[in-house]
T-cell receptor
Framework: DTGVSQDPRHKITKRGQNVTFRCDPI?????LYWYRQTLGQGPEFLTY????????KSRLLSDRFSAERPKGSFSTLEIQRTEQGDSAMYLC??????????????FGPGTRLTVL | GENVEQHPSTLSVQEGDSAVIKCTYS??????FPWYKQELGKGPQLIID?????GEKKDQRIAVTLNKTAKHFSLHITETQPEDSAVYFC???????????FGAGTTVTVRA
């Protein structure tokens, strides 16, 4: 049994470049979340999927960010035209739950993005 | 939205002593309160959680208490060990919301 996995673990890019991160949730988890964590702060919610449907997006998710979860399995988070302010740890979490329930979220190791 | 405040931001304790971290939340609808431990270079790991229908929960050396009236909850670590050194985050959410609102974290250092 494996936990949530994320790839890559580290990414260094130049300002203006596009980057894409991947998250593989725990098998059979129907919910998947993306959070962003900057140094010295707690994770901040970005977006949430239930199966393949993206149900909520934070105001932190500008038009340069897009997330997908095709077929309700893995998810990708793409950042276009990266800016130095995008430098952060991007965390993925997954859970299994039904409508109206608050279920336990399990986090992956994160992808640390550095924009030069 | 939910606002979670966490104190203290840093905590240094002697090995074997207890550590206590406190969090307050703003939304009275919040009913789920997990605690995560994050080690350097790793993602947050759930260590204990509590739901609003329970006032206290224990798991070996770790306990969490919840005061719904005052809207605060606390993490208690007894008999601290060097491997307890990490950053601890509290969080809150409510049914049908799903997203977690996190505190800013407490860096715990256990001195040998």
């Amino acid at each position: 049994d494996t936990g949530v996995s994320q790839d890559p673990r580290h990414k260094i890019t130049k300002r203006g470049q596009n980057v894409t991160f991947r998250c593989d949730p725990i098998s059979e988890h129907n919910r998947l979340y993306w959070y962003r964590q900057t140094l010295g702060q707690g994770p901040e919610f970005l977006t949430y999927f239930q199966n393949e449907a993206q149900l909520e997006k934070s105001r932190l998710l500008s038009d340069r960010f897009s997330a997908e979860r095709p077929k309700g399995s893995f998810s990708t988070l793409e950042i276009q035209r990266t800016e130095q302010g995008d430098s952060a740890m991007y965390l993925c979490a997954s859970s299994f739950g039904s409508s109206g329930s608050t279920d336990t979220q399990y986090f992956g190791p994160g992808t640390r993005l550095t924009v030069l | 939205g939910e606002n979670v405040e966490q104190h203290p931001s840093t905590l240094s304790v002697q090995e074997g002593d207890s550590a206590v971290i406190k969090c307050t939340y703003s939304d009275s609808a919040s009913n789920y309160f997990p605690w995560y431990k994050q080690e350097l270079g790793k993602g947050p790991q759930l260590i204990i959680d509590i739901r609003s229908n329970v006032g206290e929960k224990k798991d070996q050396r770790i306990a969490v208490t919840l005061n719904k009236t005052a809207k605060h909850f606390s993490l208690h670590i007894t008999e601290t060990q060097p491997e307890d050194s990490a950053v601890y985050f509290c969080a809150a959410t409510f049914s049908n919301d799903y997203k977690l609102s996190f505190g800013a974290g407490t860096t715990v250092t256990v001195r040998a």
